[in-house]
């Protein structure tokens, strides 16, 4: 396997990991300050950070 597929799916992982990490850390923060709306505002907000941080950690390890 090439080192550019391997970089590839590298990124991938560790962007769409911190989403998910991101994500759920939000819906439960929007859970805990206002019930419903709060969960899904928490996570949309908190996947788009994970997945900017995600991207941020991906260029530093991935060369």
Do not use: Q
Not at 4 to 20: C, N
Not at 28 to 56: D, Q, R, V
């Amino acid at each position: 396997m090439s080192d550019k597929v391997i970089e590839v799916a590298g990124k991938t992982a560790t962007t769409g990991g911190s989403a998910l990490i991101g994500g759920g850390t939000g819906a439960a923060l929007g859970t805990l300050i206002l019930p419903g709306a709060g969960t899904a505002i928490g996570y949309l907000i908190g996947l788009g950070a994970g997945t900017a941080s995600g991207l941020k950690i991906s260029k530093k390890w991935f060369r």
